[in-house]
T-cell receptor, first 114, second 108 residues
Framework: SAVISQKPSRDICQRGTSLTIQCQVDSQVTMMFWYRQQPGQSLTLIATANQGSEATYESGFVIDKFPISRPNLTFSTLTVSNMSPEDSSIYLC???????????FGPGTRLTVL | AQRVTQPEKLLSVFKGAPVELKCNYSYSGSPELFWYVQYSRQRLQLLLRHISRESIKGFTADLNKGETSFHLKKPFAQEEDSAMYYCALNNYGQNFVFGPGTRLSVLP
């Protein structure tokens, strides 16, 4: 199994600013993902973080708004840019050792945008 | 398109009663199905996956390809089972698709 940590655990930000969330995995994983979980709703995949190359974004999510980096197999960042109150959500990082294996989730980052 | 549905947002049962959390999926191939659970103040974690065909914490789930269902069952619910349960589908390495979740409340 993999243990995934995220920071910050929560933040309150002003409209128009940006926040970078860090995700660290304690062992090498093949796949890393970023999800958004809005209040009372399920998880929505934002993108797959690819090592050393541009992330693969899902429909409705774009790189300008959610730039993602993954410089190595155990670390990734997600930036929420030019934030608005609609970006208030929990952002989750996950990883899996193989493509079809279970995913391990981080504790999440609770973001509130005023 | 792949889709996972969980018709009940909230399910309340009494301790000791049987519980069934419903999950249906739409996918043209043979997906891999999972149940994830999130207890209060804890992170999302895997409960079970259909290929393992095992019982975890008394829970079982059988993949019914004819009905495209993967319902989660437990014969005798316990208060500690109260949590949010998500059914998820993995479509041959593309990504995971999660259902909307069902909040299970086991009453004393």
């Amino acid at each position: 199994s993999a243990v995934i940590s995220q920071k910050p655990s929560r933040d309150i930000c002003q409209r128009g600013t940006s926040l970078t969330i860090q995700c660290q995995v304690d062992s090498q994983v093949t796949m890393m993902f970023w999800y958004r979980q809005q209040p009372g709703q399920s998880l929505t995949l934002i993108a797959t973080a690819n090592q050393g190359s541009e992330a693969t974004y899902e429909s409705g999510f774009v790189i300008d708004k959610f730039p993602i980096s993954r410089p190595n197999l155990t670390f990734s960042t997600l930036t929420v840019s030019n934030m608005s109150p609609e970006d208030s959500s929990i952002y989750l990082c996950s990883g899996s050792a193989q493509v079809r294996n279970e995913q391990f989730f981080g504790p999440g980052t609770r973001l509130t945008v005023l | 398109a792949q889709r996972v549905t969980q018709p009940e947002k909230l399910l309340s049962v009494f301790k000791g009663a049987p519980v069934e959390l419903k999950c249906n999926y739409s996918y043209s191939g043979s997906p891999e199905l999972f149940w994830y659970v999130q207890y209060s103040r804890q992170r999302l974690q895997l409960l079970l996956r259909h290929i393992s065909r095992e019982s975890i914490k008394g829970f079982t789930a059988d993949l019914n390809k004819g009905e495209t269902s993967f319902h989660l069952k437990k014969p005798f619910a316990q208060e500690e089972d109260s949590a949010m349960y998500y059914c998820a589908l993995n479509n041959y390495g593309q990504n995971f698709v999660f259902g909307p979740g069902t909040r299970l409340s086991v009453l004393p």
